[in-house]
């Protein structure tokens, strides 16, 4: 079986994980990993530095004579993992949201849940179904293997895993200045990525992908831009779609929908563990004239970062392990073990606010999106501007009130490029769902599921 674009970490040298390249990272590691893996390595200050994955950073950072590492994680941005080997010791890094999957259990860390066969053997959760929609916290389907939260780290020598951003503490940005900064940082992002590497960009009728456009308008070297079309795809967005395209400022081709090949569906399961369903997973055939190029995929995933996508209705409502499960088909133990788990790690006095924020980027991100987009690097690196830090600092740092009553998305967009600003979006049902009743939401859910199986 290949394994497109994964790794691993054992302590053994013998290539039985059927990936193309092995690299001793200290005395009793080895790193393995398939050729088209994204990698990078460095030395500074005596440690070996090696990145997997889309990733950019300034560059200066990178090549100050005082190189901090702290300080160079939290610039980093995208979808990757960091390995920090130094004093025989290895410290393995997450990304912003966690979107790179980490796993590790009993001597192995690696991005796939399918690179520890001895667990499906014996240790499968029985409790644990697609029907659950998502794992939660460090929880897996496979006992004695665990996830790597967004934003901790963890020491091979001693298998201590412990958090190292956010801290409790904030600064404060008026709506303007903070608007101002979120648009130049996303601006500098995707410059830094499209400089870097191959890029192609999708584009949709929302306001995430607009964001990604509008900040693309000024660079010399654009990435290419596509839309899937067919089944599943609303009509209105492939009209917003049509009159961005009437801009003239990009290249952009449509895609059809292609019913995805056994084959396919195959590696893609392969990858995931058989553990993502949805979208990601049926249209994947429908991409694969981008296969094997080397492309990294800029796309809007963690857009609604800017959304206040978990808040509670009532400003006042604060953020406990009740308001973060509503969001599930089915509750079980595990999963409620997994939210408390996540809180736990949370740094004490941090607001209600940040608790919501930190659970779309790291709980919806990570383990949501982060396994599907794992399973997409059998055609392309995943990268999104929204897995950032700085970012997520600048929104924590704008008033409640107004991220409430303002449009964070169409204010960083008319900074970036006010002729894509004054195209409508896409019209969105999701207020619909609101006036459905939860239980039922959940058995709709449910039925979904099991017809995905």
């Known amino acids: 079986m290949n394994y497109p674009s994964q790794w691993l970490i054992s302590a053994n040298e013998l290539n039985c994980y059927n990936l193309d390249l092995i690299q001793k990272i200290n005395s009793k590691y080895y790193l393995h990993f398939d050729k088209r893996t994204k990698f990078e390595q ?9 990145t997997l994955g889309a990733i950019v950073y300034p560059q200066e950072l990178l090549n100050s004579e005082g190189f901090n590492f702290k300080e160079w994680l939290f610039s980093c941005v995208g979808c990757y993992c960091v390995i920090r080997c130094y004093n025989d010791d290895i410290e393995i890094y997450t990304d912003p949201a966690g979107l790179m999957n980490i796993y590790y259990g009993k001597g192995v860390i690696a991005s796939s849940l399918s690179f520890f066969p001895q667990y499906y053997n014996d240790g499968v959760k029985d409790n644990f179904s697609l029907e659950n929609d998502w794992f939660t916290g460090d929880v897996t389907p496979l006992r004695g293997v665990r996830y790597l939260m967004a934003n901790h780290s963890l020491s091979l020598n001693n298998n201590l895993v412990s958090r190292f951003w956010p801290e409790s503490g904030h600064g404060n940005l008026n709506w303007d200045v903070g608007v101002e900064k979120c648009a130049l940082h996303i601006k500098e992002t995707i410059s830094l990525a499209s400089s870097k590497y191959s890029c192609i960009a ?7 992908s607009r964001v990604i456009l509008a900040a693309c308008e000024q660079l010399q070297k654009k990435p290419e ?3 899937l079309t067919g089944q599943g795809v609303a009509s209105d967005d492939i009209d917003v779609v049509t009159r961005l395209r009437q801009k003239n400022g990009f290249v952009h081709r449509f895609l059809p929908i292609i019913n995805p090949t056994v084959d396919d ?4 399961d392969a990858i995931s563990g058989g553990y993502a369903v949805g979208a990601r997973r049926t249209i994947i055939s429908s991409l694969t004239g981008f296969r094997d190029k080397g492309l990294v995929h800029i796309n809007g995933n963690l857009g609604a970062i800017g959304k206040c996508y978990y808040w509670p209705i009532n400003a006042d409502s604060h953020c406990d392990e009740k308001s973060l499960l509503s969001d599930f088909t089915s509750l079980s133990e595990d999963k409620i073990s997994g939210i408390r788990t996540w809180l736990r790690s949370l740094p004490e006095g941090i607001s209600d ?8 980027l790291e709980q919806r991100g990570g383990r949501w999106m982060g396994i599907g987009e794992g399973a997409s690097s059998m055609i392309y690196s995943s990268f999104t501007p929204f897995a950032s830090r700085q970012l997520f600092e600048y929104i924590r740092a704008l008033p409640d009130s107004d991220l409430r009553k303002n449009d964070w998305h169409y204010d960083v967009t008319r900074v970036l490029s006010p002729i894509y600003a004054d195209i409508r979006y896409s019209r969105s049902t999701h207020f619909l769902t609101k006036l459905i009743p939860k239980f039922l939401v959940r058995v709709c859910k ?8």
Do not use: Q
């Open 225 to 227: 831009f596509f839309t």
């Open 353 to 360: 606010t940040d608790k919501c924020n930190l659970m779309y």
């Open 42 to 50: 460095f030395n500074r200050n005596g440690d070996l530095i090696i």
């Open 265 to 268: 569906l195959h590696i893609y």
């Open 202 to 208: 999708s584009l949709t009728g929302g306001r995430d």
């Open 446 to 453: 449910s039925l979904k599921a099991r017809c995905l199986k």
